[in-house]
């Protein structure tokens, strides 16, 4: 994706429940990636979950889901059960391919914190 | 589970100084990449490297930066003279194609220029 937007700076969740981060992206191209990672305290970046544009069924890993909406342009990450160690950054990040060769854009980001 | 590993963790360093950060992607990835994240801000990419030629950087990586494959599993960014606004976290990633697939990122360098 050429641009990425993440509008919520922080969520909070109590542990077991549900949550849900928003994304949006805006991009030219047709066939492109979207990935949602994680970022803990100790700030390695994680892969939690990705999604091919071109597939119409919404990705889903374990306790993790989203919900792709190509024609508005929107891609949120569903957790559910939430568990402390959920507790991180967690970054949208899109490749439209093309002319971008891997290059992946960042969106700014959504601190979670997961409460007892 | 083979992962992308980064030495070191943590570097201090002068002003004016070069540093190398260096990165073992893993093994079987043919395409390399650095992203910066300065402290409270986005990701955002660096460089793409495959078949020891850059295949695409971005404006932020100037004549200041250059990367390298010196052998068959290292990858090394270098910055000749830093600056201060060059403290950040440094993350290398691979992946098996250029296009469109997932990258794996390493655990980051923190770099501070003092």
């Known amino acids: 994706a050429q641009t990425v937007t993440q509008s919520q700076p922080e969520m909070s969740v109590q542990e077991a429940e549900t949550v849900t981060l928003s994304c949006t992206y805006d991009t030219s191209e047709n066939n492109y990636y979207l990935f949602w990672y994680k970022q803990p305290p100790s700030r390695q970046m994680i892969l939690v979950i990705r999604q091919e544009a071109y597939k119409q069924q919404n990705a889903t890993e374990n306790r993790f889901s989203v919900n792709f909406q190509k024609a508005a342009k929107s891609f949120s990450l569903k957790i559910s059960d939430s568990q402390l160690g959920d507790t991180a950054m967690y970054f949208c990040?899109?490749?439209?391919?093309?002319?971008?060769?891997?290059?992946?854009?960042f969106g700014q980001g959504t601190i979670l914190t997961v409460h007892p | 589970e083979p992962e992308v590993t980064q030495t070191p963790s943590h570097q201090v360093t002068q002003m004016g100084q070069e540093v190398i950060l260096r990165c073992v992607p893993i093994s079987n990835h043919l395409y390399f990449y650095w992203y910066r994240q300065i402290l409270g801000q986005k990701v955002e990419f660096l460089v793409s490297?495959?078949?020891?030629?850059?295949?695409?950087k971005s404006e932020i990586f100037d004549d200041q930066f250059s990367v390298e494959r010196p052998d068959g599993s290292n990858f090394t960014l270098k910055i000749r003279s830093t600056k201060l606004e060059d403290s950040a976290m440094y993350f290398c990633a691979s992946s098996t194609r250029r296009y469109q697939e997932t990258q794996y990122f390493g655990p980051g360098t923190r770099l501070l220029v003092l």
């Open positions: 990040a899109g490749d439209a391919g093309g002319t971008s060769y891997g290059k992946l854009t």
């Open positions: 490297f495959y078949n020891n030629e850059i295949s695409e």
